[in-house]
């Protein structure tokens, strides 16, 4: 492309070109404000904010990182705050951004390492329960926790994954969720709970069974609000994700045992967990997808520093010279393109046909995108050395983290199938207008008395 | 996708929402005409059309298809004609329609075997060959040559690749095109030239070198017109690409002796061949690539009546619920259609900023569509058994098609290495502002007094 | 390798080392033998035997080459005669080599092309059906059909595969093969039946259903011998391979119409089909494996010689300077090697197991080696551009032969999922002992008192 | 496999029998010995090992496992000790042991875990060392290091590669080596010295440019030893690994300021320090792969458990049932079989042409295993969710571990042009023979006076 457009000069995307006229003048102002930001407060934050985590065990989960409320405090007043929440489907507290919006600044974000999203309120798993509260709390419930969430005040942990259960088949679920008077009773056993030790995270959404034996398998399960300083929430131990532990949010394994909370604490209704957890899923995989995307990007530019960097070379050439190093930058770009249009395809899906209607693209996304980041990420280490692995590149810690995105919200078997099955669907269609074709081919033959070649 | 627009029911495909506000009324309207044609028209006449090759090897090249006249009839009645030829290129006989509004076309096309372009006078080498000639001939050679091909009279042939020679470098032709007198004299070995024996095809235009000692590579060749029926011009035999012949129009060895033209068949002017030859590509290749993502959704279509077919059941079973089938038909939608967003991408680039703009969109398309497509084809003649592989399917032959696509207009490799060396051309930028962001950072580092982890 | 052993020159591979301690000095001898054949007696008649196919569609299956008779003349003299047929298990009529050694010499022959196998009287399917008549055959079939075909007189054909069945599954076959009084009636509709439009193909072993409703799947088949000159066998046409036929031989579809034989005709008796079939199997996939890997090699040989001529070369570099040509042919030599072992690992295994016991090994070889060839294909043809894919080169035409493997005797996925379904049983083994060494390694912390990581 | 040879029960691989003969009774012994050492004493043990390891970053680095110690003289008593020095090479301290009857028991170790290799004193970085002492050190510096190393007191490491250098070529190595009267001064910047920060690594090797002018740049670098407490070895900090710090050995910064050491620590000579690290690198990468071969085979033996597991069903199904998970193990199992033939034939090769003469077996090796072996741990992980990647499962680090080995000892690209860059030689050659045998073709055609097809 000759000039990029300003705008997306981050990421040199021709895909600009597809999407631009979709954006309203407000998206734009928001994307230029947001790239803004980014270049100029966050980026050059990251190193000191990784920094402020301590690494004394004692300390490490416990510390609000200064520079990180700086330029939370700048993001609001810049008015990039909250942009993951469409107010097309939240009006009282959304930013008016369409999801292919969001996505274009989702990528944004992700380019710049994990403190972007949490400097403008965008953090996973806080953006799927806001939504949860927004959509289904009783007021006194949005009153309590979704105003200092939106806020960015407090942060939240969403329980659902369980040890010793398959759990990908949400079905199987174990936690006991049972009514005791006016009283909730929980008794269960969580991992992987993002944040649930982060001290910030006053309040845990738990999916549990209510009602085991409702021979509706999907009314089976209630969702309910759970202070983390409920007593019997015992924090037990940090997961790691190859050899991070993710601090500060980290991933935990909690145990719930006999948990007390006010039947007040119920959301929506007995036997809706399944419900809400579906409508908890679509729009988020794709700013999952859209941050993944700013990685791979990230990487490829990180990549391409190093092979044409002359300190790096060896046998007299540059490192770029060597090998199949052209032909694999090649292939990180157009993999990246493919993959960042399947993601806008689908977030314009969404816009259009809300998330149900948008499922096929959503199901591809979600399976394409974490594995071409990991191949690029994997070929930017390779070119990085025994370093790209190191905590001295960003690369080996990316790439623990993107691994992850090919089990979360479902292994990539399950949205491989769905897209499958989802094809096979069209089926009847495509035979009987076969069928219908042929006769019309054959009865062409007669008419002209030709016969057809064996 | 829910319900989708009719005008893509076609190709199902989910990318129409980021391009449909992008036609024109008469862009739709064309596509909506076309889709009517190729189903109602064309596609019932496939069988038809193939039957009346003759097997004989003294009248298989000789023959015109009734069947093919009728349709190139309709076609013209419709306004279905020459619609690769654009309006804003081409004033006086183009169609208003832009490169992304064609390329859908030639996704339609595509998917609808050989004659579907041809019905539509569409076919290559002749739009290229007219593409040269409304650009570069004099009003004698477009009145001559130009017309008839415009109204699909004739047809023609484009000379370049030679038979012993790395002509992927066109720098190493050696066809000598030399001034004598008033004539030019031509001399010269080629092969793979599309179309030269095929009894319609009445004019070749033939590159050469003029100035071979010219000091500037690129100037030392020009392209002479070159009738069919001229003395010398010697039509050696048909090049098969995995066993077929592609007849009618067939990929020739062609000597040229001692052929002699008028000195006016002279393209443009002396040392102005390669000049011409790069202004034939840019748009042609995204055309081949749309038609090649045509063949590979239908190939899609295919596969899915296959595995869903009762009769088909092996153990028990539909093919669908063995090994991997359901997984493989996902790859393939999901290869589909990241390959059609990257080509429509291709296509909207160069009507923003002209071929030259989209060098790189072009070249990641080039590249990534016709292995795209070969691995769909390929996954499909599976799914079929040995039939797959057979004259009773269209998939071999259209396998056998594509993989001339990874080497037609430069290999693959050529287009890879053009990426890549673009992408490293972005490496002075990066680096300079990844050392001013690394500064920033330890600015801040010191502004706060606190020390980067190791 | 600094001296590779003369014996496998030819092949350059180091697997030799592994393997000639299993040779017996007859192995030897007979391989030495055979490579001297091939080298100087096969390819230099490759040529010669090909243009003695005629072309006229009228004469095309009829002509016996003489050349191939020369080379056959030649091949009987040397000893160098139905080498695949092992003495171990044909004591009357075998040679004394182990499945290990021919398939070394399978290798020579499917490197010197289509007539080597013919020339020592090797080629599918007569080497199947001469294993069925010794093994299996009456004394009266064995004198009538194994002699002639043992001495190379007359050749045969194997009817199993029918059309508009999915025959994969053989129990779907439904051919009817009935007694009546003295005779047997055959009607039914196969295809793909190689060699059965060749005028030489004197026998056809015809599988069919005699028993239709036996309640044992597997004994409701039966094979009987059928004359190909029997009033009733209709050949009704060659059928493709991409663009090929495959002239002499050729893939017949055959129409049986109450075709008629005598009782004696039956193989072995009545509902023996599938016994019959079973044992057919095994080394015979071998021997395709090594003659694919023989293919693939020479495949390597000429990309090696085009990537290196002087003559093609482009922008003043060789070929194997551009790109990723280099990284190329080390993926095609490793992965030739891996392959080769993988198929002499099943070799021995046959020898020392048998079949039965060489299943899994058998199966491994059957899916990797024609992916792996076709690969190597591939990147060669894509060295050798357009000219790669032609007549004039043998690599398209090879390329077409192998991707048919992946589908005779079994689609690759019907092998793939054997393979992880035997893997699957060590599952129960493995799960003991992953929890007997847990206990242990409890007990060991419990011991030295000492708690274990989280 | 019917019933496996006890000895390989460990792996069940087919590939014993090609090698079987090739071992001799006490190669067949020891084996024996080792693996039942490996299952009742080794494996029982790892638990414990890793246990002992502390997380108190005070003491990590500097604590003697109890266990460990244990295990070794277990290890030492029964004839288990130093079994990867071949007697063959080192008559004085080695075992008579072939190269390919160590690489089987390297394969055994891999799969058993980080402390079996160094429960039998064959843990890199010390293998090497103590080759370079016993072929290069002085009967002092024999005496002094080599000793308490193949007696397993004390510990190692190699100091090569430098920061800020792209030390995969050499010559780039800036360490400073220079005499000042009877002393050596040392000064440079290292990483990744494995084992140079555990409190056991007594004596360091480090290569440094000791004469930079030097026209010949092989003859620039020395080798010196250095013991760890000289004054000035300063160990800045361990390099992680994805993560991972590798305690108790790891991957250390070091920097050598000034350090001084007596002229005798020079290892052979001046300028002789290229000389040492070519020798020392074959057969060890040999090691590298068959250890990898054990944990991709253990990687798919856990893989196996996790599928069948009765506790991991979704939707009612066992997780094998899912998707491609069959054919994915059908993958692992061929892979892991290719490669292993692979080795186990690089290591016959070194057997019997040395290291040199099996330079391209062992780049084979050396870029097909890692990468194979990843694939395999990719599919493993992916088959055990979130916990694949945790700490609660050893097959992150695992893949941590081996993706390095795609880095160590040149990165993958330098041994794939190896390769590639030996299969150019047979150019000429081939070229050759072609030529030779297209003239025999051409004379054969000419005396039958046939003309070849076109």
Not at 22 to 36: R, S, V
Not at 313 to 323: A, N, P, Q, R
Not at 428 to 437: D, G, I, P, Y
Request: with cysteine; hydrophobic share 40%; proline share 5%.
């Amino acid at each position: 492309m000759s000039t990029p457009h300003p705008i997306v000069a981050l990421t040199s995307s021709s895909s600009w070109a597809l999407i631009e006229d979709k954006f309203t003048p407000f998206g734009k102002e928001t994307l230029a404000n947001l790239i803004d930001f980014v270049q100029n407060e966050v980026l050059p934050a990251t190193k000191l904010a990784h920094a402020q985590i301590p690494t004394n065990p004692e300390t490490r989960w416990k510390t609000e990182r200064p520079i990180l409320e700086e330029l939370k405090a700048k993001a609001k007043k810049r008015g990039l705050w909250n942009l993951f929440l469409s107010k097309a489907h939240y009006p009282e507290h959304g930013v008016p951004l369409t999801n292919l919006e969001y996505a274009v600044m989702a990528e944004v974000l992700g380019g710049a390492g994990h403190i972007a999203s949490e400097a403008v309120n965008c953090s996973a798993p806080d953006t799927g329960n806001m939504e949860v509260l927004a959509r289904y709390g009783s007021p006194a419930q949005q009153k309590k926790w979704l105003l200092p969430l939106l806020n960015g005040e407090i942060r939240s942990a969403f329980a659902m994954t369980e040890r010793f259960v398959a759990s990908s088949d949400a079905t199987n679920i174990r936690t006991s969720v049972r009514r005791e008077g006016n009283e909730i009773v929980i008794n269960g056993h969580k991992w992987w709970i993002s944040g649930a030790g982060d001290a910030r995270a006053k309040i845990h959404l738990v999916l549990g069974k209510s009602d085991p034996n409702n021979e509706k398998k999907y009314h089976q399960q209630s969702i309910v609000l759970v202070p983390a300083d409920t007593p019997g929430v015992k924090i037990i131990r940090p997961m790691h994700v190859f050899g991070y532990d993710d601090a500060p949010e980290g991933h935990w394994e909690v145990i719930y045992e006999n948990v007390r909370v006010p039947l007040d604490n119920l959301v929506l209704g007995w036997g809706r967990g399944f419900e809400i957890i579906q409508g908890r899923l679509g729009p988020g995989r794709i700013h999952h997808c859209m941050r993944s995307i700013g990685v791979a990007q990230n990487a490829l530019n990180l990549m391409i520093q190093r092979v044409t960097d002359p300190s790096r070379k060896t046998f007299g050439k540059y490192l770029f010279e060597h090998g199949t190093v052209v032909a694999d930058i090649a292939h990180c770009r157009a993999e990246i393109e493919g993959a960042r249009l399947l993601v806008l395809s689908a977030a314009l899906q969404i816009d259009k046909y809300k998330a149900k209607g948008a499922m096929k693209e959503i199901a591809i996304a979600k399976f394409v995108v974490p594995t071409m980041a990991l191949n690029v990420l994997d070929r930017a280490m390779q070119a990085f050395g025994a370093e790209g692995l190191s905590q001295d590149q960003e690369l080996a810690a990316a790439y623990a983290g993107l691994r992850t995105l090919r089990l979360a919200d479902g292994p990539d078997a399950v949205h491989i199938q769905q897209v499958g099955q989802k094809e096979l669907r069209r089926a009847k269609e495509l035979t009987e207008q076969s069928n219908a074709l042929k006769k019309k081919q054959n009865a062409l033959l007669q008419k002209w008395n030709v016969k057809a070649h064996l």
